[in-house]
């Protein structure tokens, strides 16, 4: 397995703000309030993994399959060659579980589920909303413990969350056990509001990265970094 997983693509400099693409054995945690950019910037990840030939899970908790597809689509990241080739994984989680049903022994779920983690990344969005009905300090443990386990192979685990979905104690835990924490926010810049990326830690990194990052979405161009300064 290679040392960094490149995330670049044509016409894009975002892998660049983080040092060129993600670090073989990263544990990686997005977290910020809903619609601060987590997703998209998991996302725009993905996208430029699977034009690497990089192998790539990804669990989400929002979209099904065709949802996930035409908002790929829609950002300009056409997965559809990707999917088929295998070379990215999607499991959705809605809509087997309602939001107003429990969602229970998922954290159990997601150690027994090793076809999940033999892609080389592996994304779960929103990991906090999968798990934050049966997970505890205990269970953040054992699982924390399961994806370092995981990631010690040179594989690299992406996490999303929003902080009030999980107790002080688990998002700690979690916290302490990433090696990539970015947290994601919106700001005013003049009239406009952007999305802002701040790197808060970052273990592994190979290369210099950008501690805060201003981006914008457009339609079929996706996720756009903001030329100007960030205050």
């Not at 997970?135 to 413990?145: N, R, T, V």
């Not at 808060?200 to 300064?229: D, H, M």
Request: net charge positive; glycine share 6%; aromatic share 10%.
């Amino acid at each position: 397995m290679p040392s960094l997983y490149s995330l670049q693509i044509q016409n894009d400099e975002f892998h660049k703000k983080l040092g060129g693409g993600l670090p073989a054995g990263t544990i990686g945690l997005l977290k910020g309030d809903h619609g601060s950019g987590k997703s998209v910037i998991c996302q725009r990840m993905v996208y430029g993994l699977i034009n690497n030939d990089v192998s790539v899970s990804y669990i989400s908790t929002q979209l099904t399959t065709t949802d996930f597809i035409k908002q790929m689509v829609s950002l300009g990241y056409n997965v559809i060659r990707g999917i088929i080739a295998s070379k990215l994984k999607f499991f959705p989680v809605y809509p087997l579980i309602s939001e107003n049903k429990e969602r229970s022994d998922y954290s159990k779920k997601l150690i027994s589920s090793k076809h999940i983690f033999e892609s080389e990344v592996v994304f779960i969005d929103s990991f906090s909303s999968l798990v934050r009905f049966d997970i505890d300090e205990k269970s953040s443990i054992d699982l924390m413990g399961f994806f370092k386990r995981i990631a010690a192979t040179g594989k690299v685990i992406i996490l999303t969350a929003l902080e009030d979905e999980l107790d002080k104690r688990t998002m700690n835990e979690v916290e302490s056990a990433a090696s990539l924490l970015i947290e994601t926010s919106t700001k005013k810049f003049g009239a406009d509001l952007k999305n802002l990326m701040a790197v808060k830690k970052y273990n592994f990194a190979l290369g210099s990265y950008a501690k805060q990052t201003a981006f914008r979405v457009e339609p079929k161009i996706g996720l756009v970094v903001e030329i100007a300064a960030v205050a």
